[in-house]
Structure formats: structure tokens, C-alpha cells
């Protein structure tokens, strides 16, 4: 059965990598991110001043998904991007707050009509064999990702995104230019796709990047090693070696964490975090997942913009937040989480408080004043999905209102609810790259993946507004006004980003999660 | 019903059949109150109660919901009775007419039937149960649909035997002399000899039955939550073991017990 499962998060990692169908649960295992959110308490030890690291040192860290293919352009699962991170580099790279940082390149403009991309190679960048980066190979790598015909490679995933590169060359020795078909602004957020060597053959057994660490070994379904690269131009990793070790799911690693083997696993439950306090301590972030009880706003009763704003008011989502996570979730109040900090809409959190004398008022204007029945379908591979729908039951019973679960296959969920929009409500994460209209797409009246057949006039007026303003400001309001929307017109009751609880041996320090599906391993140190 | 059965029972039992019927009937007088009264609402959530361990008022703790264990044992243990029963119960019913008839009428229908169900029987309970979830649909009825086709093949088998066994003996032949029709004969006369075989199969189906649908439940299968289940209660609490061991404990004991009763049972009754 287990197995089953990692198949289903294989197939949604393949998902994920198409760009089309970015679900995702909050639950113990796949693509799953955690993000520094202001709100978030991390361990103590945090936010001490940091003890001085000691250098060198190896870790082990349990992971939960074998890797795809260690050729970067080809892997497509987010649980194989999470460890690749560590070895290759973009000309742009995320940073724990999710900015985007140049790194192969030095620095980069956007022409004002944001039509071409320039970027200026860092001196002296070498890959892991010695050589120095040139422009070549970042032409050649960046065409390679966008599928363009002279490096077209069969088994690499192209990304969406990148089909309105129009050209990418190289005017001088140090200079990249991507031209673009028309303008967009949020281009850079794709440009992390790996630099890797022009005319390297070997990158799916012996891969090279220019990351903080160089590959050493990988055994399929057992380990991937890494060790430290001297010659990285910028802050060098303290550890001198990590193994990632494979394991079928979290609870076969469990026991090797109470022994104390696992140096760090990420995914943790709040439950099995309780027994691992003696030794580790335990950080706790984001998922960056909008979790919801999304409603199929064509089904009968939601069609009515009242029905759903009752709902919102019904449902208590930190009662949901305490008892799933210990309240250590983030509460959100509309289709976005809070890592894609710049455009989170904070002041939307607390729209709707929970009031149901309130939701009943409401819900008595119209024809379900008496009862209102739904069934939520709800992925029975994703426990703290089906734990949430529990509570959600509990809660709507208290005020007459019948909902009832059921459980289905992840396939069968894909298939029903998402494809052939074939549901009631159902609740899961969504989650979404950092480019804020990865996240918001979806809820386009024509949007492919528009499951909840959300239906707005100026919901997509204002998304078109905000895609096509390159001025960041008048970006940054287009996107607000578009949450404001989804929040006051109730498209569906979102809940939260679940906690991501990780565990981490006491006397390691420095563990940085980002708002993106990546472990960074180069900041972890070992203190006396 | 239990009593009638002890009064006929001048004829020395074991000790572990007795064991074993005190057990069932511990369980099954559980399991039947909490068909209509339980201490604590089932489904009553409550932060404050969350993972607390057993005390007077909670006498098997409290969930990670908070929710009253006890209160959930119960109904737990009366919807997997419920579902047993009605899992051996279409097995029985279908298997006993399916190998009744074949066994008795024998020739390419029989020949074909067999091999069809030799197929079944081919693949492991859990894995056809399945997929035939997968294709029907989750829920409690489907399950017992599921369950229930994995049930016939083996009832089949049984009857289809006693049948051929009987068919040959001399009552047989003279019913058939004194004209008795061919369904007669199978129903009226040749079922009332196969009983025993039939109750032994009866009761390690029941067994089986109850260990299934605790399986396909800790497998996310079956009763839909919040409703409580055996199985989905130990799956729950799997991640919470070792510093809520009691969530385990109840649930895992009342699998133990009656199955372990149900096996004494029916040990009993095959040695009498």
C-alpha cells in the first residue's frame, strides 16, 4: 500500500513538473516546502545568536522518495529537486525569503518593457570538473530547458513557463540575453534552471553543477552522497559530507530516528515529533500549500456566494490549526500562502472570524436555512486532509449543516475531482512555484485546472491587469485586489499552510527552510 | 441464543472453547450496547481532552481528537460485527448455492465454475478486495460487496465437496427413486448433512471476516471517517505509539479477543 502511495506522489511530482496540475497534500510524505514566515516561531535555538560553527563534519538525512533521474533538466519529482539543489545552481537563485538571487550570473536587468532579460556571468564560476562556466554552456543549458530545437533532449521535461523565450545568445564572453515574445515580469522566478557543462554526457549517472557540493555516489532506493565543493565562489558549505538515505515513507525511518541514526528528516507529524524531543530539536515551517475546503462553485448550493461566505464564518480553522499541528500551521485567508511574502495578502487572514450565529444569519437568507448536505471527497492516502475533514464534520454538525467524507484513491481523486471537476467540495494543498501567478491562475474562469469552476468577471479582469503590469507596485496591488476577491466573494473556505515539522539533531544548527521544495544543506554546521 | 446452545451442551466442552465463548460474548455485549447508548458522543472533538491517558472518566484515554476511546471501541466493534456478518453471510449464502448446485449437477458447468473459481481463489483476499474498491468505489457497503465475493470461492469449495461426498450415498438415490425433485434433494435433504462442515467454515470465515475488514479499514478503506473502525483507529494511532500507547491498546485488544474467541470457538466444536 505504502508503495502504492509513493507511485501516486511520483505521478504527481510528474504533475507538478508539467506546470498543469500543481496538488499537492499537506500530509507526511511528497513535494512539500517549508518557508520562514513572520509569524512562525522556529526553535529557540534559532533565534539565539549563532554559536560558532565548528567546520567539517558528515550528516545523514532521511528522505522519503528515491530520485527520479539525477540529470536536472530530466528529474521531474520536487522530492528529487529538493536534494539536487545542492549541487546545481541557476543564473538565479532563491534565497530562504524567497528572492531571487543572481548566482551563476552577477546581476541581471529587465528592459522596461520587459521583453529582454540580461544577465552578467560571475567571474571565475567553475563546475565540479575544473572548469570555468562560460557563456556557451549557459546558452546551451537554458535552451536545453526551454526545448529549443538545437538542444532539444527527448527527456527533458520543457517547462511551460519558458515557451515565450524567444532567443537566448550570448553577445559577448560575459553577457546572456533572453529575448522574450512578449513582455512578463515574473519570467525570472523559472530562470533557476541548471547551468551544466556543454557536451558533458554523463549527467544522469555522474552529474555537474556548480553548486555548494559535488556529487560523490548514488545507489538507487538506498543513498545519494554528496561532499563538499572547495572551489564554490560563494559562502562554502560547513559540512564535508551529507548522505541522503532513502526510505520507503516517514514511519520506516521513524525507527531509525528514536535511535538516533537520521541526523535530520523533514515531514515529520506533530505526533512523532513529541517522541523525538529528547534528541532533536524541532523546527517548524511551512508547507507553502494552500490548504482549503475547496467548493465546486457549480454544485447546486454553491452557486450561492452567501452559502459560501456561511460556510467561511462555520468553520473554525484554528481549532483545525491546534488540533492537527499544535497550532504551529499558518491560518490563511485566501489563495495564497505566506511565502510568496511580496504578494501575501496579510490583512485577508482574518476576513472571516469564526462566528457561526453569524454563518447561520447568513445562511437563513437563503433557500438552505433549514439544511444543507454535502459530501467532501477527500484523498484517503493524505492523513492530515482526512483529519481536517473530520474536524470540519464536527464543526458544520453544530449547526445543522450535514457533511458527510469520502475517502478515495489519490488516482481516483485526480481523475473525479480534479480533471472532471465531478465533486461537492473536497480539501486539499495546492501548492505553486514563487512566481505569484502560479498560485492565483487557476482560479481564471478558462484556466484548465480551474477544478472549483470559480467564475468571476473581475477576478480575471483583475489577474489579466496584474500578469501584464511590469511597474511592481502597480503589480503587487493588481495581485492584492485579486486575493481580496477570492476572500469577500468566498471561491472556496481556506484554512491554512500546514506546519512542516522537521527534526534536527541537537548540536546541528543552521537548518534554513525556504518557501521553495528544496533542503539546503550548505548552511547546516556542527556546534560544540 | 447462547443460552439455548449451553443448555444442549451436556456433551463436554474444552476449556479453551469456554474461554473462547466468554470472550465473543465480552465483545459482542460491547459491541451491541454500543449499537444504541455510548458513555461519550463517538464524534465529539475537544482540544483540551487531546491524547489523554486512560482515567475514570475516559477508562481507555482519549484520541488525538480528543475523542472518548471507549465511546469509539464500542461502536468500532459493532460496525465490524455488522460487517463480518454480512460479509460471511452473502459468502454463505452465494457459496452454498454456487457449490450445492455444481457439485450435484456436475458436467462443463461445474468444470467451468471451478476453474473460475480456482482463478479467485488464486489471488490473495486483500489485493482483489482491492481492487474491486478501487473499481466500485469506497464505503461500508461496497466493502462488504468486496469482502463478500472474496468470501465465495472458499465456501464454494466446502459445499461443492460435502455435496459430492453426499450424492453418492444411499438416502440420496432413494429420494431420487421416490422422485423427489433434483432442488429437493439439494435443499431439503442433503444441506441438513453437510451442517457441520458448513458451521466450522462459518465461524473461521467469521474470523477472517472480522481480521479483513479491519485490514481494508487500516488501510483507509471502508467506514469513511469520523465514523469510528477497528483498523482505522490502530493506523491512527500508529503515530502516536509511544507516548499514547493506550490509543493502540484498545482497538488492537478488541481485534485480539475476538478473533482469538471466535478461533476457540470453532476449535471446540470441531474437536466435540
Not at chain 1, 537563485?93 to 524567497?98: H, I, N, R, S
Not at chain 2, 475523542?67 to 463480518?84: E, H, N, W, Y
Not at chain 2, 468486496?146 to 459445499?159: D, E, K
Request: hydrophobic letters at 40%; one cysteine or more; a negative charge.
Amino acid at each position: 500500500m505504502k508503495k502504492r502511495f509513493l507511485i501516486y506522489l511520483t505521478v504527481l511530482g510528474l504533475l507538478c513538473g508539467c506546470g498543469e496540475a500543481s496538488v499537492q497534500k499537506g500530509g507526511a510524505d511528497s513535494n512539500t516546502t517549508p518557508t520562514p514566515v513572520a509569524s512562525q516561531t522556529n526553535a529557540p535555538e534559532e533565534q539565539q545568536t549563532p554559536k560558532t560553527p565548528i567546520e567539517g563534519g558528515s550528516i545523514t538525512v532521511g528522505i522519503t522518495q528515491d530520485l527520479d533521474s539525477l540529470d536536472p533538466h530530466v528529474a521531474v519529482a520536487a522530492g528529487t529537486d529538493e536534494v539536487l539543489f545542492n549541487i546545481f545552481e541557476g543564473l538565479v537563485k532563491a534565497d530562504e525569503k524567497g528572492v531571487m538571487n543572481p548566482a551563476v550570473a552577477e546581476s541581471y536587468t529587465i528592459s522596461d518593457d520587459a521583453k529582454t532579460y540580461t544577465f552578467t556571468l560571475r567571474d571565475n564560476v567553475k563546475f565540479h570538473n575544473g572548469n570555468v562556466v562560460t557563456t556557451e554552456d549557459v546558452v546551451y543549458s537554458l535552451k536545453r530547458c526551454a526545448g529549443f530545437t538545437e538542444a532539444k533532449d527527448p527527456n527533458v521535461l520543457v517547462e511551460s513557463a519558458l515557451s515565450i523565450v524567444s532567443d537566448i545568445y550570448a553577445p559577448d564572453d560575459r553577457t546572456v540575453v533572453v529575448a522574450l515574445s512578449e513582455p512578463n515580469t515574473e519570467l525570472i522566478y523559472y530562470l533557476t534552471c541548471a547551468i551544466i557543462p556543454k557536451d558533458y554526457k554523463n549527467q544522469a549517472t555522474a552529474p555537474i553543477g556548480t553548486g555548494p557540493f559535488k556529487f560523490v555516489s548514488y545507489a538507487p532506493l538506498q543513498s545519494f552522497v554528496i561532499e563538499k565543493n572547495n572551489d564554490y565562489y560563494g559562502e562554502k558549505a560547513h559540512l564535508d559530507k551529507v548522505t541522503f538515505k532513502i526510505f520507503a515513507n516517514v514511519d520506516s525511518a521513524f525507527m531509525e530516528l528514536l535511535a538516533g541514526s537520521i541526523d535530520l528528516m523533514t515531514q515529520l507529524q506533530a505526533d512523532q515529533c513529541k517522541q523525538l524531543e529528547d534528541k532533536y530539536n524541532i523546527v517548524a515551517a511551512n508547507y507553502n500549500l494552500v490548504q482549503a475546503l475547496f467548493l465546486n462553485n457549480e454544485f447546486e448550493p454553491f452557486k450561492s456566494t452567501k452559502v459560501r461566505q456561511a460556510l467561511c464564518y462555520a468553520i473554525n480553522r484554528d481549532e483545525i490549526n491546534q488540533m492537527i499541528s499544535e497550532g504551529k500551521g499558518t491560518i490563511i485567508g485566501s489563495g495564497m500562502f505566506p511565502g510568496i511574502s511580496e504578494y501575501f495578502a496579510e490583512d485577508l487572514v482574518d476576513y472571516y472570524t469564526f462566528d457561526q450565529a453569524k454563518a447561520q444569519n447568513i445562511l437563513d437568507l437563503t433557500n438552505y436555512d433549514k439544511g444543507l448536505s454535502f459530501t467532501i471527497k477527500i484523498p484517503s492516502s493524505y492523513d492530515s486532509h482526512v483529519a481536517t475533514g473530520q474536524i470540519i464534520v464536527e464543526q458544520l454538525k453544530k449547526m445543522g449543516i450535514t457533511a458527510k467524507i469520502e475517502t478515495v484513491e489519490w488516482s481516483t481523486w485526480l481523475t473525479d475531482v480534479y480533471r472532471n471537476r465531478n465533486f461537492e467540495a473536497t480539501i486539499i494543498g495546492l501548492d505553486a512555484n514563487l512566481a505569484p501567478s502560479d498560485i492565483l491562475k487557476r482560479y481564471n474562469s478558462t484556466a484548465k485546472n480551474n477544478f472549483i469552476n470559480y467564475n468571476n468577471v473581475a477576478f480575471d479582469a483583475c489577474y489579466k491587469n496584474a500578469v501584464e503590469a511590469v511597474n511592481i507596485e502597480d503589480k503587487k496591488n493588481y495581485y492584492h485586489k485579486c486575493q481580496e476577491i477570492l476572500t469577500k466573494n468566498a471561491a472556496s473556505v481556506f484554512i491554512q499552510d500546514p506546519a512542516q515539522l522537521t527534526a534536527v539533531k541537537k548540536g546541528l544548527e543552521g537548518y534554513t527552510p525556504y518557501p521553495i521544495y528544496v533542503f539546503d544543506a550548505s548552511k547546516l554546521y556542527f556546534v560544540k | 441464543m447462547m443460552k439455548a446452545r449451553s443448555k444442549r451442551s451436556t456433551i463436554k466442552y474444552s476449556k479453551s472453547f469456554k474461554a473462547g465463548l466468554i470472550l465473543v460474548t465480552l465483545i459482542l455485549l460491547l459491541a451491541l450496547v454500543g449499537l444504541f447508548w455510548t458513555p461519550y458522543d463517538v464524534n465529539e472533538m475537544s482540544f483540551i481532552l487531546k491524547n489523554k491517558a486512560p482515567s475514570l472518566l475516559h477508562p481507555f484515554g482519549t484520541d488525538n481528537f480528543g475523542r472518548d476511546i471507549l465511546s469509539r471501541v464500542m461502536q468500532g466493534a459493532s460496525l465490524s460485527f455488522l460487517i463480518a456478518v454480512a460479509v460471511v453471510g452473502t459468502g454463505t449464502v452465494v457459496g452454498t448455492v454456487i457449490g450445492a448446485l455444481t457439485g450435484y449437477f456436475g458436467g462443463v458447468v461445474d468444470a467451468v465454475l471451478m476453474r473460475v473459481n480456482d482463478a479467485l481463489s488464486a489471488f490473495p483476499g486483500v489485493l482483489m478486495a482491492l481492487v474491486i474498491i478501487a473499481v466500485i468505489g469506497n464505503g461500508k457497503y461496497n466493502l462488504i460487496l468486496a469482502l463478500g465475493i472474496v468470501f465465495v470461492p472458499s465456501y464454494v469449495r466446502v459445499v461443492r465437496g460435502e455435496v459430492l461426498k453426499q450424492k453418492e450415498l444411499d438416502y440420496v438415490k432413494n429420494m431420487k427413486l421416490m422422485g423427489a425433485s433434483d432442488l429437493h434433494i439439494i435443499f431439503i435433504d442433503i444441506l441438513p448433512n453437510i451442517k457441520t462442515a458448513l458451521t466450522a467454515s462459518v465461524l473461521i470465515g467469521f474470523q477472517n471476516a472480522v481480521l479483513s475488514e479491519a485490514g481494508m479499514s487500516y488501510l483507509g478503506l471502508g467506514v469513511t471517517p469520523p465514523d469510528p473502525s477497528l483498523g482505522r483507529m490502530l493506523s491512527e494511532a500508529q503515530s502516536c505509539l509511544i507516548y499514547a500507547p493506550w490509543y493502540a491498546v484498545a482497538p488492537g485488544l478488541t481485534i485480539l479477543f475476538l478473533t482469538l474467541g471466535l478461533g476457540f470457538v470453532s476449535h471446540g466444536l470441531a474437536e466435540r
